[in-house]
């Protein structure tokens, strides 16, 4: 099948500002009450309140000015993002990465391609704890050297690791952003319905790795001899310098899952790996900072990404339409017979995704909605929070205002077109299994 070239992806991004700036001059705007909600610690809309207010139409200079706002507002993240880039250069230039893959390419000789089930199991672990996106960007270099030394491609780099923590995220029981914001809002237990979740979860992560090895396979070319026979380095400088490394990324995931780090903090562990790499390998305070640079210069394109897309959600706050959005895809699903309600609402939920990539401010938006409108329908809330699960977590797999992904493959070098011929099928598998669940936790009464 052949699909046709997309635009680049600022062209794209920028596409869909103008789009949203138009929306401001065609939909009514209109707005909910919110509530501070103290389970879900956070604002959430009040059920029945919609109403029209004044319309705030967007112009085409305003729309521009969205672009450096969207930029301030994802400021922490393009930190990051600038921050990894420049430690992970000075890591590369030690030589020290170098040195462990081509250990990891002898020990699997002829086994290459087991490095993408471990990989998807790792990072679709990541997933399914955590949601990790943003965080992966940290693992670009490392997965680039390493599918480069194996001979895979870039795609395969992606799919093995954000592809993977999408789709651990979307069948997650335990996430506490998809799945624990949703349940505080809609009234249920922590953890409720995690034994049905991993039914599923089993089979979606099992899905994705079967489809990435069998691209990692169909793609692969014969790795650089020289550089996969290469002499390992010995001494102590690369050892040292990689329980630098080590010692971060146990740092960095101790810090969000147990102290509650944002991405700042996040940025400043990455930095410091950097700076201590760099004067261990003896590269001194000129090179490393010159190192640093040159990562810069590399990650710009994919940092400017995250600021762009988050432009898109400043033109609709701004000119007042998001809820009318939502009013309007939800709405109409009250008219329809149960089962196909919810499935109705794993759409819905799908395409509200493009406006609103944050799902946790999905979450927050819509759960106070659909919750009476389940509850009049006979639904059970837990199916509620499953189809908004399935339908805005899968929907990060190609969504093209998904900041991360497109800074993943911008920092890849991957073009959307390219990813979206790799995933589109298997997308279309995951969601097929979405349903399915869906209608089995209808069938069995899951709550």
């Not at 086994?111 to 990541?126: A, H, K, Q, S």
Request: charged share 10%.
């Amino acid at each position: 099948m052949t699909f046709p070239r997309f635009p680049h992806p600022l062209v794209l991004l920028v596409g869909f500002i103008i789009l949203a700036a138009a929306l401001t001059h065609i939909l009514p705007a209109g707005e909910f009450e919110r509530r501070d909600d103290p389970a879900a610690g956070r604002s959430v809309v009040v059920a029945g309140t919609y109403h029209r207010v004044d319309a705030a139409p967007v112009s085409a200079f305003e729309a521009m000015v969205a672009v450096p706002r969207g930029i301030a507002d994802a400021v922490s993240v393009i930190a990051l993002v600038f921050l990894v880039g420049g430690a992970f250069a000075v890591v590369e230039r030690t030589g020290a990465l170098g040195h462990v893959v081509r250990r990891l390419v002898k020990a699997l000789a002829n086994r290459e391609v087991l490095v993408v089930p471990v990989c998807c199991l790792l990072f679709g672990l990541g997933g399914v704890l955590i949601q990790m996106q943003e965080e992966l960007i940290a693992f670009v270099p490392v997965l680039l050297l390493l599918t480069r030394t194996l001979g895979f491609d870039r795609t395969t780099a992606v799919a093995m690791s954000i592809g993977a923590a999408v789709v651990g995220a979307a069948f997650s029981p335990i996430d506490p952003f998809l799945v624990g914001i949703a349940q505080k809002v809609a009234g249920l237990p922590l953890l409720s319905g995690q034994g049905f979740r991993y039914a599923f979860l089993v089979p979606a992560l099992g899905l994705w790795t079967a489809g990435t090895m069998r691209h990692a396979t169909r793609t692969r070319s014969a790795a650089s001899a020289a550089e996969a026979a290469a002499e390992v380095e010995t001494g102590r400088r690369p050892a040292l310098v990689l329980l630098v490394v080590g010692a971060a990324f146990v740092l960095f995931v101790t810090g969000v899952m147990r102290w509650g780090w944002d991405f700042d903090q996040m940025s400043a562990i990455f930095f410091v790996m950097g700076v201590l790499a760099g004067l261990i390998a003896g590269l001194g305070v000129e090179g490393t900072a010159d190192a640093f640079v040159d990562g810069f210069r590399s990650m710009a394109y994919a940092a400017l990404i995250v600021g762009f897309s988050r432009a898109i959600f400043v033109v609709l706050q701004d000119g007042r339409i998001i809820d009318t959005v939502v009013n309007g895809l939800f709405t109409p699903l009250a008219d329809l017979p149960v089962t196909l309600s919810a499935l109705g609402m794993m759409a819905a939920h799908g395409l509200l995704h493009l406006p609103v990539p944050s799902t946790s401010g999905q979450a927050v938006l819509t759960m106070p909605l659909l919750v009476p409108l389940s509850d009049l329908l006979g639904l059970s809330r837990q199916v509620t929070v499953l189809t908004y699960q399935y339908g805005a977590g899968l929907a990060d797999v190609v969504n093209p205002t998904n900041g991360a992904l497109l800074a993943m493959l911008g920092a890849a070098g991957v073009r959307y077109e390219q990813w979206f011929r790799f995933a589109a099928p298997l997308l279309g598998g995951l969601v097929v299994l979405g349903g399915i669940a869906v209608v089995v936790a209808i069938a069995i009464g899951l709550s």
